[in-house]
């Protein structure tokens, strides 16, 4: 069965940081690209960031450059996302995801497995 574990959520005040761990078990994602998504109360699932196969290319989120970074160890089989200088908006529910294929991706539709999501409370 393939599982994709997050870890590191919690709460915040605004200014720190905070990093989020992906770890997958059942299969190995070494060829697959990885995704972050967050969504929060009464919004939709919205794209965070996104790191390729190879660990070389990353895209984020506009509201989120500059301050978060992806980042994968694929011997650990294993996507982070180190979150600096939160602020209240970014509080939400984030869910690892792992691509179809090797490559970045922006769209839900190219990820084909999920985890339960981790919580993210950020106070101002």
């Known amino acids: 069965q393939v599982q994709l574990v997050e870890s590191g959520g919690g709460l915040v005040q605004a200014g720190g940081s905070l990093r989020l761990s992906c770890t997958a078990s059942g299969r190995t994602f070494s060829n697959n690209g990885m995704g972050w998504f967050r969504q929060a109360p009464g919004k939709e699932r919205e794209f965070v960031a996104s790191?390729?196969?190879?660990?070389?290319?990353?895209v984020y989120a506009d509201s989120v450059k500059g301050r978060f970074t992806i980042s994968r160890d694929s011997a650990k089989n294993t996507v982070y996302l180190q979150m600096n200088s939160l602020r209240p908006e970014d509080t939400a529910v984030y869910y690892c995801?792992?691509?179809?294929?090797?490559?970045?991706?922006?769209?839900?539709?190219?990820?084909?497995?999920w985890g339960q999501g981790t919580q993210v409370t950020v106070s101002s």
């Open positions: 790191i390729n196969s190879s660990g070389r290319s990353t």
């Open positions: 995801t792992a691509a179809r294929y090797s490559g970045t991706y922006y769209q839900p539709g190219n990820y084909g497995y």
